[in-house]
């Protein structure tokens, strides 16, 4: 019933993070983009954490609206139907901890493997034109 809200706590924790890194890339944007401008276009980190924010809130929003749709959620205090009953209190913290650590461990690690992938073809289109250049 509240799975969502684990990743959606994740995705506030994570744009925090991404307005730090933002403000940290345009402090000391000068000198890195000096850096960067002999090699191929390298993605920033703030526009990583903007693509896992994006995947985060998406599936907060999805699942929120189909907990709503199946009446689980209300919009009035106590907004979770099981938050009515002390005893079912319970069963959604137990979803939390399962369904929704799952889901957020999920999400977080398909971003890894996309950032990694997309990491891998920068290097190697950073090499190809390397070699390019040298030839």
């Known amino acids: 019933m509240a799975c969502f809200v684990v990743p959606g706590?994740?995705?506030?924790v994570t744009t925090i993070a991404t307005k730090i890194v933002e403000h940290h890339e345009l402090k000391h944007g000068d000198a890195a983009?000096?850096?960067?401008a002999a090699a191929v276009a390298k993605e920033k980190v703030s526009t990583k954490l903007k693509r896992l924010n994006l995947l985060l809130y998406g599936g907060t929003a999805l699942l929120a609206f189909e907990h709503f749709w199946h009446?689980?959620?209300?919009p009035f205090f106590p907004f979770l139907t099981a938050a009515e009953n002390a005893d079912s209190m319970a069963g959604v913290l137990h979803?939390?901890?399962t369904v929704g650590v799952g889901?957020?461990?999920l999400v977080t690690?398909?971003?890894g493997i996309m950032t990694a992938v997309l990491?891998?073809?920068d290097k190697k289109l950073a090499r190809e034109a390397e070699n390019?250049?040298?030839v």
């Not at 706590?9 to 506030?12: F, P, S």
């Not at 009446?71 to 209300?74: K, N, S, T, V, Y």
């Open 71 to 74: 009446g689980e959620i209300q």
């Open 119 to 121: 990491h891998a073809k």
């Open 109 to 111: 690690g398909i971003w």
């Open 33 to 36: 983009e000096a850096a960067e």
């Open 9 to 12: 706590a994740e995705a506030i």
């Open 103 to 105: 889901m957020a461990v």
């Open 132 to 134: 390019s250049a040298t």
């Open 95 to 97: 979803e939390m901890s």
